[in-house]
């Protein structure tokens, strides 16, 4: 594919939060964008922000864990819009618990969700990848990845996306894909929120006492999240592949 072309990028989880605010950056750099969620009436309104401004949107409703829906979705999405080139995995979803409350179902849902949606998407997209001769891949892993008390789930489909994404760079670097992960910090999104829910504090309190333990004394915002993904995503990114980048505001003890 010439780079004259508008590349195609496909954001999963994009109707709100981190997703939405990746979305919107990448159509600002010139990509056309799919705009992924579980109901496609809940892309609406990222696809609006990004055509209001002039770019190329798609809004797309898929189950990520449903391989089905993926081959259905990633199929439209090339018809439409062009061949997907990036693909941005930040689907998810929070079943938190203490290990001894947690059920099956809490465990069961979020592996599907994040680990299995992330593979069922790359496998879809990395066809057309490897037909353009260029790829990117970038996997929302998390700070609790390092561990958190009450998301033993959370922590090891986080862990796991981080070797998932440094086993693709290895087997797809030859046909000149990328795989690189972001894991975010605190983050000011409805999943932070509902972990303030969990542990019974306001969220605002609970942002306020986050920022204390944070070097740069604030919490992080869904576009500081996209400025980093959209580096990976980039053209220029090119020799930068298997990496982790903590979006943290600081080192991680």
Known sequence: MSTTEQRVAVVTGAARGIGAATAVRLAADGRAVAVLDLEEAAGNETVETIRAAGGRALAVGCDVSDSGQVDTAVARIAAELGPPTILVNNAGVLRDNLLFKMTESDWDTVVSVHLKGAFLMAKACQKHMVDAGFGRIVSLSSSSALGNRGQANYSAVKAGLQGFTKTLAKELGKFGITANAVAPGFIVTEMTAATAARV???FEEF????????????????????GAIAYFASDTAGFVSGQVLYVAGGPLD
């Open 207 to 226: 942002q306020a006492a986050a920022a204390t333990q944070i070097p740069v004394q604030r919490v992080g915002r869904p576009e500081d999240v996209a």
């Open 200 to 202: 019974g504090m306001g």
